[in-house]
Nanobody, 127 residues
């Protein structure tokens, strides 16, 4: 019911691309914004991207702006994070998370704002 499942992680060369998927229930997609976060060993979990429940607004961290794209496919109950021009510093465990918001246009990159979390998928960018 209320769960998120990430997939699509793996090993990719610098400059390569990867697409992560976050499977969620229709209920979550209707009422929750979906965020992507990442955490490297020894570092804090940081917000990467977010898409509003309406799908009409997106938000990105400065470090990934212009390289990453978040999108929704309601028919497949899935939110995607397309990652292009990957760099070694993108290496981390990536998590999707859900935020219940009062506005369908609301987005956030704040970890404390999110109510539900997936288990994470490893992304490694290396030669």
């Amino acid at each position: 019911q209320l769960q998120l499942v990430e997939s699509g992680g793996g090993l990719v060369q610098p400059g390569g691309s990867l697409r992560l998927s976050c499977a969620a229930s229709r209920l979550i997609l209707d009422y929750y914004a979906i965020g992507w976060f990442r955490q490297a060993p020894g570092k804090e979990r940081e917000g990467v991207s977010c898409i509003s429940s309406s799908g009409g607004r997106t938000n990105y961290a400065d470090s990934v702006k212009g390289r990453f794209t978040v999108s929704r496919d309601i028919a497949k109950n899935t939110v995607y994070l397309q990652m292009n021009s990957l760099k070694p510093e993108d290496t981390a465990v990536y998590y999707c998370a859900a935020l219940r918001a009062s506005s369908s246009a609301y987005t956030s990159l704040e970890r404390a704002d999110f109510d539900l979390w997936g288990q994470g998928t490893q992304v490694t960018v290396s030669s």
